[in-house]
């Protein structure tokens, strides 16, 4: 049983599903975290990814309450399926719902994107990937990094080097994405402009942090295409900065797009401005320079290697990070070969005929 809830939950099951159900049966469970038709249905049409056998349809709410609805939804599943395994993805509210729910109903747990820190247990995201890894039987890594930070936290059994399962889906869709409009359907040119995403609570839960963006959006240097989670819109235009942010020159505030076109605007930008953490590893796929709103991250190679530049929601350090951006001709590949699915699939057959 796998379960998903937000879109880069949708990305990463887009291949694993296909790998999954080549060697086995999937059970896929929707959590509805992410219920917006622009950041779920879009990537299961444009992603073939199987229609969810089950929705949970939890949707608007606060973080807990979204778990609270989760795991009341999740048990009579997990009761009525006895799944051999339940796997979830890296570090939100659906994964640590997941989590919690398997170790409670003895089921054995599977995590994709085991291992990764930030850090910062003041996150969100890393509270559930703490949790997740100690409660997981299968841990699947993404690099020989996170499988030591879980050595550090003394997890040695279960670990698997897998790869990363986003490279699979850059390499799936590569064909698809190169034939989506480019950025010359929003007026700009290749390697003319920065792409933006901003998404997480630390830079929008509060006036002072938004206000912060806006800044920084201000002091970007040259176009900037900004496809804007329903999150930070709502926040901004709560705040009343929507206006001052829309109002920018050179700035374009655009729905968020899908996996195809976004992977599209990545590949033919001058440098990516996040504070995603699959935009990140992205851009570091597609050796787009990166420049990251945030002091920590878990993605801790691509900083490492010279692809990505810590600067937090600070004006100036976002300008000077941007002007010395490029990608060093050295750096190396950190995320594997592309058959994570595949290796995850065998590994998780093998699990389920030894029991
Ligand atoms: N993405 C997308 N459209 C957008 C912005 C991002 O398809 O307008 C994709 C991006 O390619 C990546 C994923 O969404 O695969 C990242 O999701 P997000 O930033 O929401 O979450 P995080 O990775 O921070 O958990």
Redesign the pocket.
Known sequence: MSLVG???QF?KAAPLSRALRARGTEILVHSGQHYDPELADLFFDELAIPTPDHALGVGKGTPLGQLAAMLTGLEGLVAAERPDVLLVY?DTTTTLAGAICAAKSGVPLAHVEAGLRAFDRTMPEEQNRVTTDHLSELLFCPTPVAVANLQREAITTGVHMVGDV?LDAALLFADAAAHRPGPEAYGLSPREYILM?V?RAAATDTREALASLVQVLGALPGPVLF?V?PRTRTKLADAGLWDAAAALPGVQLVA????LE??RLLTQARAVVTD????QK?ACLHRIPCVTLRDTTEWTETVTHGFNTLTGLDPSRVASALAHAAIPESAPDLYGDGHASARIAEILERFVAAR
Do not use: A, I, K, L
């Open positions: 937000n879109r880069p990305v890296g986003m995403t998404h496809p989670h968020p797009v899908g996996y976004f992977t995603s953490g699959g935009v992205e």
